[in-house]
Structure formats: structure tokens, C-alpha cells
């Protein structure tokens, strides 16, 4: 007969061009999962003593003073003599 050369692949060629093209598959979903943007939650560590939490934008100046406050950096005095100043700055607003 003509166009046949040989007696075609083997089972273990077979078996091979098989786990070839699963693994191709699975590299192709394991890229894509990975590098589109994911809705998961991201974790979280647990905040350790002495560690600030994060905010989502910066501080205003009353929230430093009272973190330097928490954190023992000034004392009461200091704290209600800038809170002062602070607030005739703003006008009394906080």
C-alpha cells in the first residue's frame, strides 16, 4: 500500500504525545491563573506588639499626635499644648 511508512507509532509513542500535551495543557492554565488578576482576599499577618497597622492614607497631624501620645514619645502636656495649637491652626476643627 502506499503513504504507509512503517507500521506507525507505538503504544509508548502514544502514551508519550498523551502526557505531552497534558502537561502543555497545564502549564497553559497554571500561566493563565496566574498571571490575571485575582479577587481573592489577600492574607493578613497578625499584628505583632509595637507594630503599626496600616492606614489607607496618610495621617493627619491630630492622628500623629495622638499615635506619639499611645506610643509614650511626648507627654500629656506636650500633647494638649500642640493639640491646641493644632486646633487654633484649623481654626478649631479637627
Known sequence: ??????NGMSSGGWVFIGL??????ALIA???LRLLPSNRKPRFA????GQ???TPGPESPFEILDRRLAEGDIDAQTYETH???????RGGHR
Open 1 to 6: 500500500m502506499m503513504g504507509w511508512y512503517g
Open 83 to 89: 493639640r491646641s495649637a493644632l486646633a487654633a491652626a
Open 30 to 32: 497554571w500561566l493563565v
Open 46 to 49: 497578625p499584628v505583632m506588639p
Open 20 to 25: 505531552f500535551w497534558i502537561a502543555l495543557i
Open 52 to 54: 503599626r497597622l496600616a
